[in-house]
Nanobody, 115 residues
Framework: QVHLVESGGGLVQAGGSLRLSCTAS????????VGWFRRAPEKERESVAG???????YYTDSVKGRFTISRDNSKNTVYLEMISLKPGDTAVYYC?????????WGQGTQVTVSS
């Protein structure tokens, strides 16, 4: 059974940084594109960043220059490095991948940025 597990969330002051991890089990993660999404309270889910299996990356405009997505294939993990965090980044962050014809989601990790 394929699982995606996020970790690394927490409470941080504005201007601080966090690194989120998304680790896959029972699959060779490097074969798939992976995305990071977030859902803030009372808002719709938003695509934040993505990385293809070849390493091409995508960022939504609001995080460009502050967030960096990367992958470590030896650890079957995709990271989201977040710096200069703002209260508006507060949300539950999820990773996502389309694996074996199924859209897979992790359970999410809470990021809270205090002002």
């Amino acid at each position: 059974q394929v699982h995606l597990v996020e970790s690394g969330g927490g409470l941080v002051q504005a201007g601080g940084s966090l690194r989120l991890s998304c680790t896959a089990s029972e699959v060779t993660f490097s074969r798939y594109s992976v995305g990071w999404f977030r859902r803030a309270p009372e808002k719709e889910r938003e695509s934040v960043a993505g990385i293809t299996r070849r390493g091409a990356t995508y960022y939504t405009d609001s995080v460009k220059g502050r967030f960096t997505i990367s992958r470590d294939n030896s650890k079957n993990t995709v990271y989201l490095e977040m710096i200069s965090l703002k209260p508006g980044d507060t949300a539950v962050y999820y990773c996502n991948a389309f694996i074996n014809y199924v859209i897979r989601w992790g359970q999410g990790t809470q990021v809270t940025v205090s002002s």
